[in-house]
């Protein structure tokens, strides 16, 4: 039987791989949880006015299966939207308005933009639609040991090329034109990844269904998730960094010490089976590996800073060509890719709690407004935006990777039973995704650890799962 099992970092990747662990293995597995920061990682709060705001990571798709498994297992609740309009700026005008009436919406998305809309949702809907497989094949007990093969067991091939292509490139092929991408495709992207058009199709994809389908929040916080989880598994928790995992081999087995320090000094402790989650990267983190050379030396890549300003203050209306504040309806401002405009996105956000008598702060009373940028903004920015403020707090993250480059996926298993979570943000970073990966890192090691390996990267998944029912 497998005895003790570790997991580095308990954000969400960590507290979901630490659940599937124990459901897939038992619940007579123990489970340490290493962590320096805090439980929630990336999934943080800030607190304006006594209340919490999400500062990242905040809108979950609809059809995030795992992620609404955990809501309902945790007894928590989904936050209901609070409706508002968004329109994309170009630094001089807004080149597209949401109003109202969805009809009218669609209408003048016809009026610029010809049947560019109608292409994107079908490539959306058929990347998505060969996606939600992954749920029947984890259902079925299969894992896969490479993010390629995974890849290929939803979409074939075609899914593997989608992490090698810009999202540009895939959309100008199905008939989309340039000036769609330009207004449209790159706000959206700039928007959730703070990036350009050149990301990859895939993480593309991702990132435009959730901005077209509906989606939702955990109310009280996304990060209950991860704490919520910890607690369900009786995971011990240990508040320190990893530096490395050395490996030892005990009858026939390898054994994994695994090196930490803490607030008390260093310490090390032995497990079976270790599940890496946070980023093994050179900028990122300074782990060492001893007594083996895990396969992820020539991993290239680099992480996008971005900068969250959660700002409270009074917007000014007139930079976005509203001298009137009470007449600017837009609650969402979305960007083109224009050189001189120094932010991304901006939106009126809502706390993290909403009570059932909750409304949106009138465009020309103060509001907590979240700012998306790469670089933190300074006095003369703050002051385009805003007429006058009362706080400002700001984070800054090296939260996605550097999309542009094309290269090869980082590897999962790296080595017997020692794995590798984050690399699956290199093929598109969301709650969900990260969920799926969990499930297939804890599928795996099972599989792995049972010698089950026709559970393992089996091809024509779709035909067998079939049968099997």
Known sequence: PLSPAAVVGAGLGGSAAA?????HFGPQVQLDVYEAAGVGGRLATVTVNKQQYESRGASIHALSLHMQDFV????LKQRREVAGK????????FVLEETDWYLLNLFRLWWHYGISFLRLQMWVEEVMEKFMRIYKYQAHGYAFSSLEELLRSLGGEAFVNMTQRSVAESLLEVGVTQRFVDDVIAAVLRSSYGQSVLVPAFAGAMSLAGAQGSTWAVEGGNKLVCSGLLKLTKANVISARVTGISLHSSEGRALYQVHYESTEGQGSAFYDLVVVT???????SNFTFDGFDPPIADFPGAFQPSVTSVVHGYLNSSYFGFPDPKLFPFTSILTTDTPDLFFH???NICPVN?????????PQEAAVWRVLSRQPLDKQQLKTLFRSYYSVQVSEWQTYPRYDAARALP???LHENLFYLSG????????????VAAKNVALLAYNRWHQELEKIDQKDLMHKVKTEL
Not at 278 to 284: A, D, N, Q, W
Not at 354 to 362: D, H, T
């Open 19 to 23: 659940y599937f662990l124990q459901q």
């Open 72 to 75: 309902k297992i945790l007894g």
């Open 86 to 93: 968004s329109a994309i700026f170009s630094g001089e005008h």
């Open 278 to 284: 946070t980023p093994l990267h050179p900028s990122r």
């Open 345 to 347: 996105a901006m939106d």
């Open 354 to 362: 909403i009570s059932a008598a909750f409304r949106r702060k009138q």
């Open 411 to 413: 590897p999962v298993v």
């Open 424 to 435: 699956v943000e290199w093929v598109a970073s969301s709650m969900e995704m990260t969920a």
